[in-house]
T-cell receptor, first 116, second 116 residues
């Protein structure tokens, strides 16, 4: 079974600075997807960024980027130029690369606070 | 935009009551999911459905059942609510793409259920 671990229950960063959230996972499969989801205080979960395991290039979405280390089974999220609106719970998630309805396996979550 | 709605944001029930949590999506998605979110545990899959009247158990189905009579609606049922079912419940939906292994899951706002 696949597992996802986020070892940082809480993180804080000063506005405009950079923060990195950690995620490690365990799987015996070679092809899969990894995601970072954001859950703001209003609770609607939204997808921030995704990475296909077969791609070596790290995904980037504006101020959000990942450091995907497949051999180390590590998938960290870097948020540059942090903004107050980035304050949220962040979840790392794994999905098998198989067609059809596939569950997401989530980490425990990291609560990110942005200090003005 | 995909819209996933849940019938209640907050719900308070008594031990032993039968509880219905409703989820509706408006984008003709084949796949629907029910997750439970608890602090320190992240999200865990209870049940999912890949078609009308079809359902599959997730990781923690005990004490729950589901119903999917129409494509847009997926109900989670607590047959006899217990205090250990006090939690946040999140519904999600995704499109089943015929030539792709990837289907982004879109989440509802969640229902905070308290069982007294």
């Amino acid at each position: 079974a696949q597992t996802v671990t986020q070892s940082q229950p809480e993180m804080s960063v000063q506005e405009a600075e950079t923060v990195t959230l950690s995620c490690t996972y365990d799987t015996s499969e070679s092809d899969y997807y990894l995601f970072w989801y954001k859950q703001p205080p209003s609770r609607q979960m939204i997808l921030v960024i995704r990475q296909e395991a077969y791609k070596q290039q790290n995904a980037t979405e504006n101020r959000f980027s990942v450091n995907f280390q497949k051999a180390a089974k590590s998938f960290s999220l870097k948020i540059s130029d942090s903004q107050l609106g980035d304050a949220a719970m962040y979840f790392c998630a794994y999905r098998r690369a198989i067609q059809g309805a596939q569950k997401l396996v989530f980490g425990q979550g990291t609560r990110l606070t942005i200090n003005p | 935009d995909v819209k996933v709605t849940q019938s209640s944001r907050y719900l308070v029930k008594r031990t032993g009551e039968k509880v219905f949590l409703e989820c509706v999506q408006d984008m003709d998605h084949e796949n629907m999911f029910w997750y439970r979110q608890d602090p320190g545990l992240g999200l865990r899959l209870i049940y999912f459905s890949y078609d009308v009247k079809m359902k599959e158990k997730g990781d923690i189905p005990e004490g729950y059942s589901v119903s999917r009579e129409k494509k847009e609606r997926f109900s989670l049922i607590l047959e006899s609510a217990s205090t250990n079912q006090t939690s946040m419940y999140l519904c999600a939906s995704s499109l089943s793409l015929p030539h792709s292994v990837f289907d982004e899951q879109f989440f509802g706002p969640g229902t905070r259920l308290t069982v007294l």
